[in-house]
């Protein structure tokens, strides 16, 4: 459970930095380089000093795996970037947590699992979170829907 809590709050963190640093940070290419070099860093201690390349058998596909999701990564930030100049910084952060709807859907439809009962209320949840989210009489809608999508 700390884990998970420590997770939320670590991945809440990053929207709120991001929106922060709007005001003061004007080259956001600089910022997530210095986030990839603490990530390295930090996996640097946290294997105890040792090397980060992989020096057993099928490191090329390891790394050329780590280079894609690298870069994907690198996009979702950049688009997270984005979105949270154009929606705010709730919406957006709000749309990330959302993300496990589409590997739910994923798993059901094309892995043919099940989810019980706490899962599908979970999912309904976050449907309704969606609609809700979206519909607000009176007030403006988000600036860029198909982006946070």
Known sequence: MLNLLLAIASSALVSITMRLSERSIKNNTAMLA???IMCTFLAWVYTG?????PVAVGRQLAATLGGING???LAGFVLLQRNIRVNGVVLSATFIKLGLLVSMAVSV???G???EIWQ????LLA???IVLMNYR?????AGNMAGLL
């Open 137 to 141: 009489p009176g007030e403006g809608k």
């Open 120 to 123: 599908w209320a979970g999912f």
């Open 113 to 115: 699992e099940r989810p």
């Open 109 to 111: 439809v094309f892995f």
């Open 49 to 53: 000093f040792g090397s980060l390349y």
């Open 71 to 73: 870069i994907l990564y």
């Open 34 to 36: 210095v986030n990839y």
């Open 127 to 129: 449907v309704v979170a």
